[in-house]
């Protein structure tokens, strides 16, 4: 029985101290709401070719339809290319949960009239910062194409000025629709060796 209530008690304290701890920032593994944390697998002794291989499955295999595509996309680009620190550094991307990937490299920089909830304080210059549209679009797709902007998801310090971070942003511009790619519609063959 003794062992029990110290169980309980332990319980209490890390659960206590988890919670007055104050976390500007989610870590890696972490998830908002959630009191535990699952810690990436960190390999050891591994050649550059077999990271390589290890990380075009990470990027191709995700769980979400968006990252598979952005993640296998870039990887066909850049990763044949990259040395082993960057390569060490893409790893440690590819840790970071799916939708924090994605939107750290799709997401515009907020401008000034983002933080206005009200459409009409949006003037014609800031329309595309607007929350709601004026007009919503019209046909076959357009409830695809949401009215209200995405909340911005800042970048964490420990990807700030990251090198594969923007690498990742640039591959993202190049391939939108407003860049003068084709998009990111299918994911890349795979190819023999």
Known sequence: MSFLRTAIRRSSLLTRHSSTKAHPELAVGELQGIKFRVAPIKRTNETDDTKRARLLYQSRKRGTLESDLLLSTFAKSHLQNMSG?????????????????????????????????????????????????????????????????????????????????????????????????????????????
């Open 85 to 193: 620190p960057l390569l060490a550094q893409y790893d440690s991307l590819l840790d970071e949960n799916d939708w924090d990937i994605y939107y750290w490299a799709t997401q515009r920089e907020p401008s000034d009239s983002y933080t206005s909830t009200n459409p009409s304080d949006v003037s014609a210059s800031t329309a595309g910062d607007a929350f709601v549209r004026e007009e919503p679009p019209k046909g076959e797709w357009a409830q695809t194409v949401g009215n209200f902007r995405p909340a911005y998801r800042p970048v964490p310090v420990r990807w700030r000025g990251s090198e594969v971070l923007d690498m990742l942003r640039t591959h993202v511009r190049s391939r939108s629709a407003e860049g003068e790619g084709g998009g990111m519609a299918f994911m890349p063959a795979l190819e023999d060796r």
